[in-house]
């Protein structure tokens, strides 16, 4: 299991899509270990004709090999405005 960030935008606050977020990672066979919600910013440029998005920050246990499905299934379910993913040493 590697260690991984997950940094990710919002159009509102929404529990049901955090909670298919969260679904979606347990599926895999991962684990959130930390979730913080950063804040609400204006964005630099509309992003699906939004101009106010929810920061979030989240820190996963997740295998190497899922984390390939976890982002199609992240590109294919189109939660998120955007979505970066980072391993954390």
Known sequence: MN???LVFILDKEDDDKLKSID???TNLQ???TNKKFDQ???LA???NKQRIGY???WFLNLDKSSLKKLTQKFNLE?????YLILKVE
Do not use: Q, S, W
Not at 78 to 82: G, K, P, Q, T, V
């Open 40 to 42: 609400k910013r204006d």
């Open 3 to 5: 260690n991984y960030e």
């Open 78 to 82: 189109n939660i998120m405005l955007r």
């Open 30 to 32: 991962g684990k959130v």
């Open 55 to 57: 920061f979030y920050t």
């Open 45 to 47: 440029y509309p992003i």
């Open 23 to 25: 679904t979606i990672i």
